[in-house]
């Protein structure tokens, strides 16, 4: 099973995107969006990113999710519409199903899927040897060079957020 | 809004457009769209009713969509050639996918439908940030990727484009969705000619935004966002009424104005790339166009539009002061004979 964790991992993300595609509540789609978020960071862990993967937990399950569910918590109805109580999102949610199945099962079947562009098995990102030097992490030296050559790009995204928060204060501000 | 925080979001609009055009990251290219959108989206709300809620709400969905196209469109480029500069793109997936989401951006045919409902439910001025300044960014990244876009996909969305902006004019009476139209029109000359001479897709670009400027200018100052409205303002200031007609036979196209000059490069750099019938639908679709102009100043200008009579006499506001409108209208009327310098460009 090991050698197809990618595969498996990969193919409960997208059952969980369509979870939450197909609109239910916001407080179930939050609930989707935990679990797509964990099987998320099990891919990136998978090739390497150990890092990355603890961001994803960290950062947006255990940050911008629970500020998420707080906020729906506070503005939900008293009965959210699940998955099986409306026919639409039901429709939906079994109409993308059905699409990741023939998917899957063309996949399984050929060596070479071509669908929007080909795609052939993990290819050339599989990873066979870690490639750092031993004595340091790859990814760590990449958040250290965000903030040492790429300044602009810290910059930039600093000020977008403030500028979120600015945007955000205004347009519900109503009057 | 507060002045500061006006101020603000306001530079934030530029500096996401500069972003955009000065980077060479793909993914510094796909933040300056972000960062435009986001800080648009209080300008097109300054008044809160539910109108502009919902053009800003359809607004930022539609550019949302064509900036996660855009992503994808980078990823695949990424996948494909191993590195994230711009140079032209290297997939033909990507250059397809990329394209559209860039007309997305313009609102180009077929993704145009939210150019009107967006234009008409805001005010004037946030209309004229909307329809020059936010072209700007999608043009520049068009410009740059324009030796590997599929030229059927060009070339259908631009004949299409102007048809569309030609024909859905013409019901109109409400100026914003008139230049809304006129709008869809003008992108689509800019980007027929875009394969085959990028410098006059900016030259284009250039004398719409002047244009349109001008129009909108000229609307603000008169107040008025209907066609009725716009017939009275030879009661109000008689001159504003002459310069509106000038202005809009120019942005028709027609020959001893301004506005004649990048049709009229444009038809001749399809010519020279032997191609007839294209510039010939594009030129008569462009008649379309200049029926609606056309329309306008005979209700503003050359007749006196039937009104109530209660309604003939304007009432005197005290006038607003127009930024840069004497030096506008020259230049959206006047640069004609100019069109010679236009060999220094090469």
């Known amino acids: ?41 099990g891919i990136i862990m998978n090739f390497g990113g150990s890092f990355l993967g603890l961001m994803v937990f960290l950062i947006y399950l255990g940050g911008m999710l629970v500020v998420f569910g ?86 930039v995204t600093g000020w977008s957020l403030l500028v979120g928060v600015l945007v955000i204060l205004e347009v519900t501000r109503g009057d | ?15 996401g457009t500069m972003i955009v055009m ?12 972000e960062m435009n959108l986001l800080a648009i989206i209080p300008i097109l709300m300054k008044k809160y009713n539910p109108r502009t809620m919902e053009a800003s709400t359809k607004y930022f969905l539609t550019q949302a969509t064509a900036s996660m196209l855009l992503m994808m469109a980078i990823i695949i480029n990424l996948m494909h050639s191993g590195q994230w500069t711009i140079t032209k793109v290297f997939n033909p997936t990507a250059s397809i996918i990329m394209t559209s989401a860039l007309a997305m951006k313009l609102g180009l045919t077929p993704f145009h439908f939210w150019v009107p409902e967006v234009t008409q439910g ?25 030796p590997s876009i599929n030229l059927n996909i060009l070339l259908t969305m631009a004949v299409l484009s102007i048809l569309v902006g030609g024909w859905g004019g013409l019901n109109q009476t409400q100026l914003r969705k ?25 030259l284009n670009m250039l004398i719409y935004i002047m244009m349109t400027l ?35 036979l120019s942005m028709g196209g027609l020959p001893p104005l301004s506005g004649f000059m990048p049709k009229w ?40 539009f039937p009104s109530t009579n209660n309604m003939k006499m304007k009432w005197q506001f005290e006038t607003k002061r127009i930024t840069l409108l004497p030096p506008l209208i020259v230049m959206s009327s006047l640069l004609l004979p100019l069109t010679p310098m236009l060999s220094i460009l090469d």
């Not at chain 1, 197909?22 to 960071?41: E, H, M, Q, R, T």
């Not at chain 2, 809004?1 to 500096?15: A, E, G, Q, R, S």
């Not at chain 2, 990251?25 to 300056?32: K, P, Q, S, V």
């Open chain 1, 1 to 41: 099973m090991m050698t197809y964790i990618v595969f498996i991992l990969s193919v409960i993300f997208v059952v969980s995107f369509v979870g939450f595609s197909s609109k239910p509540s916001p407080i179930y789609g939050g609930l989707v969006l935990i679990v797509s978020g964990g099987v998320g960071c």
């Open chain 1, 70 to 155: 707080y906020t729906t918590a506070m503005a939900t109805e008293q009965y959210p519409e699940v998955w099986v109580s409306n026919t639409t999102v039901m429709g939906v949610f079994l109409l993308g199903l059905l699409m990741e199945v023939m998917l899957v099962l063309y996949v399984l079947k050929s060596e070479e899927v071509g669908v929007v562009f080909e795609f052939s098995g993990v290819g050339d990102w599989a990873i066979y040897d870690t490639g750092d030097s031993g004595v340091f992490s790859e990814e760590i030296m990449g958040v250290a060079a965000l903030y040492s050559y790429g300044a602009w790009v810290v910059i």
């Open chain 2, 1 to 15: 809004m507060n002045p500061l925080i006006f101020t603000t979001i306001l530079m934030t609009v530029l500096l």
């Open chain 2, 22 to 33: 000065m980077s060479s990251h793909w993914l510094m290219i796909w933040i300056g769209f």
């Open chain 2, 122 to 146: 805001i005010s004037l001025t946030s209309g004229l940030i909307l329809l020059t300044w936010q072209k700007l960014a999608p043009m520049s990244i068009l410009y740059q990727i324009s």
């Open chain 2, 178 to 202: 008139i230049m809304a139209y006129s709008s869809i029109a003008h992108m689509g000359w800019m980007t027929a000619v875009l394969a085959y001479n990028p410098t006059l897709t900016m």
């Open chain 2, 214 to 248: 001008t129009m909108f200018m000229l609307f603000i100052h008169s107040s008025s966002t209907t066609t009725l409205s716009l017939s009275h303002t030879w009661n109000k200031t008689p001159l504003t009424t002459t310069l509106i007609l000038i202005t809009l």
């Open chain 2, 265 to 304: 490069m444009i038809i001749q750099e399809l010519t020279k790339n032997s191609s007839i019938i294209l510039p010939t639908l594009m030129a008569i679709m462009a008649l379309l166009n200049l029926y609606f102009y056309m329309r306008l100043t005979y209700s503003t200008s050359l007749t006196m």
